[in-house]
């Protein structure tokens, strides 16, 4: 059983480029959060979405967008990338929302902008 | 609002007892986590606590909640070189995130 599948692993882009980063949720997840990982920080809440819909969204810019498709899978966007943009990109996915156990993660994108 | 912050490093010895503290400052929090990150690598869930609970044991895991300090410890008993990571106190409040600390870089030595 697949776990929560990222694509690509690493990436680099150039100050001003827009990126898109996938994720697959795991089998029977409907729910997909995504994550930015600076280096030496925790991971901050980007967006969440659920039945193809955002849901609920942290303090990022609208630069910062995604979608989620009917299979469940998602991308986000980055649009006019800045260097402090530069970070390791988690999706997890759960069953639902309110869910106690967590939420299964990726294992990231790494986003380098130069 | 939400805050969590833990100590930043703990070097440990093989074998001993390996203890990690955090702090959260909502009082809403409904479900507080352990997650650990290896290099290059994900988030791997450890455990996870109710708020109304005070204890949870999990094979070499402990996890100690005070509610009224609004403080969080992971104990990790008969520590080995394998648990050396990065390991992330997390809440969760009544919607839909997941509030991280900065991680605790455990270093587990010979």
């Known amino acids: 059983d697949a776990g929560v599948t990222q694509s690509p692993t690493h990436l680099i882009k150039t100050r001003g480029q827009q990126v898109t980063l996938r994720c697959s949720p795991k089998?029977?997840?409907?729910?997909v959060s995504w994550y930015q990982q600076a280096l030496g920080q925790g991971p901050q809440f980007i967006f969440q979405?659920?039945?193809?819909?955002?849901?609920q969204r942290g303090n990022f810019p609208d630069r910062f967008s995604g979608h989620q498709f009917p299979n469940y899978s998602s991308e986000l966007n980055v649009n006019a990338l800045l260097l402090g943009d530069s970070a390791l990109y988690l999706c997890a996915s759960s069953l639902g929302a309110l869910v106690a156990y967590g939420y299964t993660f990726g294992s990231g994108t790494r986003l380098t902008v130069v | 609002g939400e805050d969590v912050e833990q100590s930043l490093f703990l070097s440990v010895r093989e074998g001993d007892s390996s203890v990690i503290n955090c702090t959260y400052t909502?009082?809403?929090?409904?479900?507080l986590y352990w997650y650990k990150q290896e290099p290059g690598a994900g988030l791997q869930l450890l455990t996870y606590?109710?708020?109304?609970?005070d204890m949870k044991q999990d094979q070499r895991l402990t996890v100690l909640l005070n509610k009224k300090d609004k403080h969080l410890s992971l104990r990790i008993a008969d520590t080995q070189t394998g648990d050396s990571a990065i390991y992330f106190c997390a809440e969760k409040t009544n919607d839909y995130k997941l509030s991280f600390g900065a991680g605790t870089t455990v270093t587990v030595r010979a």
């Open positions: 909502d009082s809403s929090s409904t479900y």
């Open positions: 089998s029977g997840h409907d729910t």
């Open positions: 979405y659920y039945e193809e819909e955002e849901r």
């Open positions: 606590i109710f708020s109304n609970m």
